[in-house]
């Protein structure tokens, strides 16, 4: 062994301590007049158009909350700042960013993740450490179902997702004279843990009409088509479609359900907003039903942003490019108010108190009603159904919220 | 005396660093754990890719056959597999303390063999391609993996599988499995060390010279390759098992099977610390991570970008490796007066035979 | 699976959808493949970037659509600015890795196509994007067909092209010279020719190529930042499957590819379909290794 290779060794390894202490400048959870949320969200890889609105949403909760007098804990006026890191729309980079946080930033109050596979790796950690987390985008069930105590969740759960268009089918079937038994359901679901969730509760529902499923294909993840899929929905008609991708998976079916002219008169999409398939596919889109967890039309309201139409117009004002806001940027602002909210309600910075505060939370917000259940879901707050009528997302669905009455058969001008 | 204790300081002073870390920087110890899998990723692509020019860009398989079967084990010991996973991890199952370590001690033991018999199997196929056609048979195979897993309804298809939960505190959590992934690479490291200071060594070099002479001189060239592999998968597998225990939560695609990123990373490593060397793979590993965790909290944003140029450059610019490199500035340092390995190392030919490049060629331009 | 095969029989039209579908998309394999052959056979370089270069010539259409101008038009925009693209790349890159060991282009290009990707995601935010074309789209044989007229004229298109690219090798004499270049490259430079030249023109040729594919491939699929990898592995596969410089191969196993995708993805379920891509790869390979073998035995 050489003496230079040697000191390469210990460079290399000098090096390397240097910089992976370097990599983490210590920050502690309250630095001054500033109490810094940590989040690692997906800037990169395949959830990134999500990971991007759930920032805008978290970057206008902090930003409204700073302007509206920040947060006031034992008397003193403090301002939200956040944290962020990419986890580049994987679970493996979320879990090391997760103890990053913790351990090397010293972070002690944590906004999630987006996307169900992502929050997933992140729960059990925070869990671990007993630091708190709001999460604003991870909608899988089997977070809930964990006994986890330190997870809290502003949105509705993954498997009601769709189940609102199956009961809708069941009703249509009814109005026409068939038993709900007799619909036919096609099915394609993107392979991955949110959509296999969102599948699951469909999947109940289904049983429950006892409804018949024809095509159950699950869509890969480098989704860019699915006309083979598409084609099988041409030759067996079924009566409902039910389509969940995330954004690419919305944006490839309604470009090829125009294309291949599938005619089905009942189509569910989930993340239409996100995707902006009106925008890109103007009327071919029309009658598509899409779940949201919230809708700028809904009658909600709270003190920071006002009504959730007065939460719309903020949004597309403070960012380019929005013809509609989709519901994952609201959620995530909603998760930053609930912090808020905590902070003020535990007068203090302790993990264990604030954890405490968070599940007696009840707040009426713009997004909703936030009640969380001891699982951490919220359940104050129902999932809509909107359907697509003349480039507009109106409310058809449950009845209660409904703003409009359901078009179906499904129509396209032109076609 | 002198020299003797100047060949066993680099030695110790891996270990004594290796030992040091978690101690001295008790907050990063998940970052090191990572770090040492990352070296051995470097040094089980090396085994092949370096040793016998067999370069493989599929090893990632071995990683994620080596998860899923850890996995499979620590719940089928308990439960049945594919009703917790049917749901999704939308039961709980609670693991005693002694339930999750004899599931995991069955479950890392189960994962090196297994992935060792897929390596075999594997093996037994793909050696006959040769040059890039086994770059990208086995990329191919390690690709499939991931598809076909996240197509079997068994272990959660693209759902995933939610793991078992550590039963103790957070900080034991983090050192117990910085303890396991520092002891296996390790175990590699000194198990590498004494095989290629042997026959096998000589005859791995051979192979990767000119494998039909190797033939010839009676060298049993497949065997060779067969244990080679075997090695890699058995350590790689078991790696695979420690990490998804790690992470907590494993799927196919991205945790499991992550071929177009720890893949070809492992690859990467190896060139920038130069291959066909028993050291450059370490220090390949170390400078890698430490660059990618610097570039991911001064440059977010441009993180991506950054470690494509730095590839770019390593391996356009810096072909050799850095221990390579070294080698041919003061070769006599080696030991080595007239030698012209470090010219072989950069040899173009090295992956095609002349006559091969030849056909090539002619059919190429017809 | 057999009500799937039992569906193809009740109603054989299908079998033309998918089918045309398969083709239409196998056209854009081919250009792919193509430049990825004319290459590795040229210069051997393995390009992993190929598919990166593909989608680059896709924003080069959505940005046309931006600025107002219809994305067909894209096509000419896009040859050019990629040949442009891939000169310099040559230049700075690529030239260095010629002669080197396998690995050296490999990673060198997978280098590559990491920062493309995620320029493109700085530029173009990863959010899914098309470029539309607003042509009709009509049914035939009593609405069980559906063929978009873009698909067709991108099919169209791309034949085109490649008769021309191949018209180009053929007659032209920088084609000759990047014929006789990858025979033999020391003859070449005897002969007078430039091969550094030759080379970087070959190079430059590819990634216009891929431009173009983009250009089509935006029109009827959808674009995002990080799909490049997938065009990528697909001109692998057909490329290897065709074997070098065998062009009708490349077109046959391209259109091959199209198609069986669609059939595996209608017969196995979507998700399988990436796995038969793939999993036809090792196939191939096993079975010409299997060939190999028999071969060897011969010659004992």
Known sequence: ?415 | MNTRLRRTLPYAGLLIAGIAAPFLFPDYTFQFTVLWVMILFALTWDILGGQMGYNSLGNIAFFGVGMYICAVVQIGLYYDVAQYTASYGAVKVEFTADQYFTGLAVGLIAAGLGAMVFSIILGWVVFGLRGPYFAIGTLGVALSAGELTGAWDYVGGGGGIALPIYPGEPDDRSLFFYVLSFTLTIILFFLLRWIYLGRFGLAANAIRDDEEKAEGMGIHTMRYKTVGWAIAAFFLGISGALFGNMIGFIEPLEVAFPTVTFGLFMVVMCLLGGRGTLWGPVIGATLFHTFKEVTWIYLLGWQWVALGALIVVSVVFFQQGIVGWVKEKWPEKFGIAVDDRALAETDPDLDEAPSQRLRRQTEAAQ | MLDNIALLGIAPLLNVQLLLDGLFIGAIFVLAAYGLALVWGVMNVKNLAQGDFVMMGGYIAFVMTKLGIHPIFGLPVAIVFMFGFGWVVYRVIIYRVIGKDLFTSLLATFGMAIVIQQLLNLIFSPDVMVAESGFAIRSYLGGMVTVADIKLISFLLATVLATLVITFMKYSRMGQAIRATAQDPRAARVMGIDTERVYAFTFALNAAICGAAGVLISMIWVLQPFFGMTYSIRAFVIVTAAGLGNLPGVIIAGLGLGAVEQFAGFILGAELQQFTVVGLLVAILVWRQIQLRRHRQVVR
């Open chain 1, 1 to 415: 062994m050489s003496k230079h290779l040697k000191f390469l060794t210990a460079l290399a390894f000098g090096v390397a301590a240097a910089g992976l202490v370097a990599a983490g400048p210590a920050s502690a959870k309250v630095e001054g007049d500033t109490i810094i949320i940590g989040s690692a969200i997906s800037f990169t890889g395949k959830y990134s158009t999500n990971g991007i609105h759930a920032k805008n949403g978290y970057d206008l909760g902090v930003k409204r909350v700073n302007e509206m007098g920040g947060v006031k804990v034992g008397g003193k006026v403090y301002k939200l700042k956040i944290k962020y890191y990419d986890d580049e729309s994987t679970p493996l980079r979320t879990a090391q960013l997760a103890e990053r946080l913790i351990k090397q930033d010293g972070i002690k109050y944590i906004l999630g993740p987006y996307s169900s596979a992502t929050t997933k790796a992140m729960a059990p950690i925070t869990e671990k450490y007993k630091i708190p987390m709001v999460e604003a985008e991870g909608a899988s069930r089997s977070l809930f179902t964990q006994g986890y105590k330190y997870i809290f969740a502003v949105l509705s759960t993954s498997e009601q997702y769709l189940a609102s268009s199956i009961a809708l089918a069941a009703e249509m079937a009814k109005k026409a004279g068939k038993k709900p038994s007799d619909v036919r359901v096609a099915m394609a679901f993107e392979n991955d843990p949110f959509s296999l969730d969102v599948r699951a509760g469909v999947m109940d529902d289904i049983k429950k009409f006892g409804m018949k499923i024809v095509i159950d294909d699950k869509l890969p993840r480098d989704l860019a088509d699915m006309s083979a899929t598409l084609t099988k929905v041409k030759a067996l008609k079924p009566d409902l479609l039910v389509i969940s991708g995330h954004s690419k998976g919305a944006a490839t079916a309604a470009r090829q359900i125009k294309e291949l002219k599938i005619d089905v008169p009942m189509i569910a999409i989930t993340h239409c907003e996100a995707a902006k398939i009106v925008k890109l596919f103007g009327a071919a889109t029309n009658d598509f039903l899409c779940p949201t967890q919230w809708a700028e039309t809904l009658s909600y309201k709270g003190k920071y942003f006002g009504t959730a139409a007065e939460y719309d117009k903020l949004f597309k004002a403070t960012y380019d490019g929005y013809r509609n806001v989709p519901y994952q940027a609201a959620q995530a602002s909603a998760a930053v108010l609930v912090w808020k909210d905590a902070f003020e309600r535990a007068n203090s910075f302790d993990t264990e108190k604030l954890r405490q505060a968070l599940s007696e939370t009840n707040m009426k917000t713009f997004y909703g009603d936030i009640r969380f259940a001891p699982e951490g879901n919220n359940i104050a707050k129902p999932m809509v159904l909107r359907q697509i009528q003349d480039g507009k997302f109106n409310v058809v669905a449950p009845s209660k919220w409904a703003s409009h009455k359901v078009n179906w058969p499904r129509t396209v001008p032109g076609m």
